[in-house]
Nanobody, 125 residues
């Protein structure tokens, strides 16, 4: 059974930084495309960043390019999302997901996707 456990969320002022972590188990880590989604109240879930394991491509949502950085530590089966220059509009529940379609221009869940429970990020103005 695939398990994804997020951590690192919290309350931060605008312009601040947070680093989210996603610890994965129950899967061959470097064989899966893994990434992050977020969902704000009243809004649809959106994919913000993913790593394509097969071709080494990283996708970023336009609104986070230059501010967020996705990285991984394969030895620890962990994916990180470094978020800098945070804005109030970044406030959302952030989810880690494994088994994604991920290329340079888009990302979306596959039918076999596994989700973490999420970690809340709140950015105050």
């Amino acid at each position: 059974e695939v398990q994804l456990v997020e951590s690192g969320g919290g309350l931060v002022q605008a312009g601040g930084s947070l680093r989210l972590s996603c610890a994965a188990s129950g899967l061959i880590f470097d064989s899966y495309n893994i990434g992050w989604f977020r969902q704000a109240p009243g809004k649809e879930r959106e994919g913000i960043s993913c790593l394509s394991s097969s071709v080494g491509i990283t996708y970023y949502l336009d609104s986070v390019k230059g501010r967020f950085t996705l990285s991984s530590d394969n030895a620890k089966n962990t994916v990180f999302l470094q978020m800098n220059s945070l804005k109030p509009e970044d406030t959302a529940l952030y989810y880690c997901a494994a088994d994604l379609f991920c290329d340079a221009s888009k990302m979306h869940p596959t039918p076999a996707v596994s989700w973490g429970r999420g970690t809340q990020v709140t950015v105050s103005s």
